[in-house]
């Protein structure tokens, strides 16, 4: 096996996901996003843009916290993807924020080519969380 | 609000090609460099049979205009996001024909005053018309946002 090859994932409902502690964000991590992504909304780079929207400041993008969600499943694509994802935003990220990404198996069941593992997953910087949703991984079969 | 009247529209769809350079840099700002992602070596010899792209990539692709709509981009706040795969992730070099639908338009009292909700759909295809993704996206029309776009 080469480095970083992990075995063939088999959780169990009640299963945890290690938990990531994310660099603070930064505004330059946020030009990047926009530029990477296209989402040139002024509200996650521009402070005055955000200010004319109501904010005390620039926000990070939502699909940026929802993309280090799929990080979690980053480790185990070898052996399958991430065939659902879904979330709610509940909070406002800004600039400095420290991140905590995590989830545990809400569901395991037999899918056409594999196993379909579904996810409770959550973002959350202290106590707030400011995300949570769904992710569904699909493990191929050998 | 000048949002009902689109509830159904349809864009036109718009050809989008998974570019590698693309995927690179979207997976440098995500943090997030998986040799499946960036290194064709590794990615040819995966399960996947080369790089593929993460999950929440199809937000990058144009799904055309819906006519007649002006999207006031500045101000909208991102409430919900989902995105399902028929049976593969992307790979890069895929052919995606993309397309957006208004699909609702709904208001809501809030404590800071009545906010706007836009649902919008978006549907990722292969060049056989086979569907890859559904995507659904809620944006928030904030009460300061209404304000401009009312004045």
């Given at each position: 096996m080469s480095e970083g090859t992990k075995a063939r994932p088999a959780w169990e409902v009640g299963d945890e996901l290690e938990e990531r502690v994310l660099p603070p964000v930064t505004r330059l991590q946020l030009i990047k996003y926009a530029g990477a992504s296209g989402?040139?909304?002024?509200?996650?780079?521009?402070d005055e843009a955000a200010e004319e929207a109501g904010l005390p400041g620039v926000i990070a993008h939502g699909m940026l916290t929802l993309a280090t969600m799929g990080l979690l499943f980053s480790p185990h694509l070898e052996h399958g993807y991430v065939k659902e994802l879904k979330a709610r935003f509940s909070g406002m990220v800004f600039l400095g924020d420290e991140l905590i990404i995590g989830g545990r198996v809400a569901n395991t069941e037999d899918a056409e080519d594999g196993r379909l593992y579904t996810f409770e997953m959550y973002a959350s910087k202290g106590e707030s969380t400011v995300a949570s949703g769904k992710v569904g991984f699909l493990v191929y079969e050998d | 609000m000048p949002f009902e009247r689109f509830v159904g529209h349809r864009s036109e769809a718009v050809v989008n090609v998974v570019e590698k350079g693309a995927v690179r840099k979207f997976v440098e700002a995500i943090g997030d460099p998986n040799p499946l992602y960036v290194d064709e070596e590794a990615a040819k010899r995966s399960c996947h049979g080369g790089l593929i792209a993460p999950?929440?990539?199809?937000?990058?692709f144009e799904y055309g205009k819906?006519?007649?709509?002006?999207?006031?981009?500045?101000?909208m706040i991102h409430g919900e996001h989902r995105v399902s795969y028929e049976s593969r992730p992307l790979r890069v070099g895929d052919e995606v024909y993309c397309y957006t639908e208004f699909k609702s338009y709904d208001e809501k009292e809030s404590r800071g005053g009545l906010l706007g909700l836009v649902v919008l759909e978006r549907f990722g295809e292969g060049?056989?018309?086979?569907?890859l993704f559904t995507m659904s996206d809620t944006a928030i029309v904030t009460p300061a946002l209404r304000k401009t776009l009312e004045a």
């Amino acid at each position: 096996m080469s480095e970083g090859t992990k075995a063939r994932p088999a959780w169990e409902v009640g299963d945890e996901l290690e938990e990531r502690v994310l660099p603070p964000v930064t505004r330059l991590q946020l030009i990047k996003y926009a530029g990477a992504s296209g989402d040139f909304n002024p509200i996650h780079t521009i402070d005055e843009a955000a200010e004319e929207a109501g904010l005390p400041g620039v926000i990070a993008h939502g699909m940026l916290t929802l993309a280090t969600m799929g990080l979690l499943f980053s480790p185990h694509l070898e052996h399958g993807y991430v065939k659902e994802l879904k979330a709610r935003f509940s909070g406002m990220v800004f600039l400095g924020d420290e991140l905590i990404i995590g989830g545990r198996v809400a569901n395991t069941e037999d899918a056409e080519d594999g196993r379909l593992y579904t996810f409770e997953m959550y973002a959350s910087k202290g106590e707030s969380t400011v995300a949570s949703g769904k992710v569904g991984f699909l493990v191929y079969e050998d | 609000m000048p949002f009902e009247r689109f509830v159904g529209h349809r864009s036109e769809a718009v050809v989008n090609v998974v570019e590698k350079g693309a995927v690179r840099k979207f997976v440098e700002a995500i943090g997030d460099p998986n040799p499946l992602y960036v290194d064709e070596e590794a990615a040819k010899r995966s399960c996947h049979g080369g790089l593929i792209a993460p999950p929440t990539f199809p937000r990058t692709f144009e799904y055309g205009k819906i006519e007649g709509m002006d999207w006031p981009e500045a101000g909208m706040i991102h409430g919900e996001h989902r995105v399902s795969y028929e049976s593969r992730p992307l790979r890069v070099g895929d052919e995606v024909y993309c397309y957006t639908e208004f699909k609702s338009y709904d208001e809501k009292e809030s404590r800071g005053g009545l906010l706007g909700l836009v649902v919008l759909e978006r549907f990722g295809e292969g060049p056989g018309g086979e569907r890859l993704f559904t995507m659904s996206d809620t944006a928030i029309v904030t009460p300061a946002l209404r304000k401009t776009l009312e004045a």
